[in-house]
């Protein structure tokens, strides 16, 4: 079956550009996270869906971003306003519920700020 | 809270020759542990993962490692190191806190094949 898909693969802006960044989950897996991945860094956990809850937005670094889960599938990650250090690969990730943990993971968005 | 360590940003090796990755974890919860691999320009992939069963966890491509609560450790091995074995490796913490299953990465490690 298809696995996680993350369009676009490549994304360049402006400063001061908004930029949405979209996932498409492994049909059926409830849960969704968002990560960053910056140059020769680790993965830096952004936010977690999970079924109809209330979203993990505690990995978020400011106000400019926003996600949000259209009908418990699709999620779309949203930056206003980018900014030079929003550069990165940002990785979509689906696993089939909260008592399985492993993830399965897409291509990334690497995004660039000008 | 949590936390994982990757004691090594980079290990080199030669081929043919055992492969030691490092990863210390901390969790106020029974964690869950996984090792990931990223090959250059390649999504992650998992390797294996610990779920509280059996301590000795064997994965994908000959990857084993071994949960050890005493030590707080759960380091990746392979007896045998191949050419298709150079990519970053991931230690991964996931424990149920304040009832949200929180994920956390380690920093990486580096592992370079030398022919």
């Known amino acids: 079956g298809a696995g996680v898909s993350q369009s676009p693969s490549n994304k360049v802006t402006e400063k001061g550009k908004d930029v949405e960044l979209r996932c498409d989950p492994i049909s059926g897996h409830t849960a969704l996270y968002w990560y960053r991945q910056s140059l020769g860094q680790g993965l830096e956990f952004l936010i977690y869906f999970q079924g109809n809850s209330a979203p993990d937005k505690s990995g978020l670094p400011s106000d400019r971003f926003s996600a949000e889960r259209t009908g418990g599938s699709v999620s779309t990650l949203t930056i206003q306003r980018t900014q030079q250090e929003d550069s990165a690969v940002y990785l979509c990730a689906s696993s089939p519920g909260t008592l399985y943990n492993e993830q399965f993971f897409g291509p990334g968005t690497r995004l660039t700020v000008l | 809270a949590q936390s994982v360590t990757q004691l090594d940003s980079h290990v080199s090796v030669s081929e043919g020759t055992p492969v030691l990755l490092r990863c210390n974890y901390s969790?106020?919860?029974?964690?869950?542990l996984f090792w990931y691999v990223q090959h250059p320009n390649k999504g992650l992939q998992l390797l294996l993962k610990?779920?509280?069963?059996?301590?000795l966890v064997k994965g994908i491509n000959g990857f084993e490692a071994e949960f050890k609560k005493s030590e707080t450790s759960f380091h990746l091995t392979k007896p045998s190191a191949h050419m298709s074995d150079a990519a970053e490796y991931f230690c991964v913490v996931s424990a149920m806190d304040t009832g949200r299953r929180a994920l956390t990465f380690g920093s990486g490690t580096r592992l370079q094949v030398q022919p």
């Open positions: 610990y779920t509280s069963a059996a301590t």
């Open positions: 969790s106020s919860y029974s964690p869950s």
